[in-house]
């Protein structure tokens, strides 16, 4: 006589959602047994976050530098020497050109910029280089900004307005103080605040004194800076100057910041400076994390044998170190991005201020993420070959 029922003896495997979740708790339960491996392999994600953070957040301060003139000059659109890559004094344009963009339709105002190189005799004996900025009253584009002296700097007449965190460097003086510039007596109108440059020191001063003191001919100037109308289209009204002075380069403030940008580069070393720190970083953090891990698995091989013995499949225990990989990023990268804030608060200077971009944060995370994961997977190819039976010996 047939049964008309069946007896199965299968036994039904957790969902994947609870599978994963009682993986997680086996493995943080492994990462706590350990406070000192748990501390060291941390130790390596927060080392590999804070010098890449603090590498790239230098250079991106660099960068900054290079184009800080053009950032904070109050222009929309640049006339500049054709083929130029960096503001710098030497190259000059008609002044010409200026006049002739001030009469363009959209244009709310266009005026000379002239960089020179200067020479300030110190009172202590010697010298030292700033590049003189000479812009034009009442507007002044070009600078100075961020000025910390009290009411407006006096820039009319033979005043010079210089930056705090070149006090040291040119033998301490403030506002009213006299120093001597390309042989010239000039007094000190004003002071700014983060107001530097990678090369010489910056030093602002009307237009006039600026081609006095650097002996430029009255007809030329280092660039002109246009001013639009609101509402007017500046890559348009770009295109349109361009067709008027083809023998000239003109951009939009963006465009020229990015010329610059790519310049530092790509034709200096502060690319390949600062991007090897960071990869060197990287590099240790992993080989911190490898270690770590792997020295994890080799002390856990009777668990790991336990959990095979018990039905665990080779996928759980790789989801069992992955899941601690990623606990590891997570954490140690909370952990290093507090440290790198903090450091670049302390370093923070007039002369040096650390960048800190939105988007360091998401890229340190993804980076920390794909280590900890690359590092797990030389500890996976041990656990892979772990057999239940090891258990019982």
Known sequence: MKSNYTVTNKRRRPGVGRNLALMASIGLKMMLNNKLRLVATLLGVVF?????????????????????????????????????????????????AVQRARLHPGVKDAQPLLLASGSIKLPTGGSDGVTLVGSVAPRYLGGPWNVVSRGSPRMRGDYLVLDVADQDRLAGFGVGAQREVNGQKIT?????????????????????????????????????????????NPAQTRAALQKELPDLLVMTTDEFID?????????TPIGAVFGSLAAFGVVIGFVMVSLSVFSGVSESLREFGTLRAIGARTSDLTWLLMLQSLLYAAVGTLIGLGAFSGLAMLIRSPGLIVVVHPTMIWATFLVMVAMCCGSALLALVRVWRIEPGMVFR
Not at 59 to 85: C, F, Q
Not at 259 to 267: E, P, Y
């Open 48 to 96: 590999a976050s804070v010098l890449g953070n603090q590498s790239i957040g230098t250079m991106l301060s660099l960068i900054r530098k290079s184009s800080m003139l053009v950032r904070n000059a109050g222009a929309d659109i640049w006339i500049v020497p054709p083929a130029t890559e960096l503001l710098v004094p030497g190259r000059h344009i008609a002044l010409s």
């Open 188 to 232: 000190v109108g004003g002071l700014t605040w983060g107001a530097q440059q990678m090369e010489s020191p910056l030093a602002f001063a009307e237009f006039d004194l600026v081609r006095d003191l650097s002996k430029v001919d009255n007809d030329r100037a280092t660039a002109g800076l246009v001013v639009l109308n609101p509402g007017v």
């Open 259 to 267: 010329v610059l940008s790519r310049t530092i580069l790509t034709k």
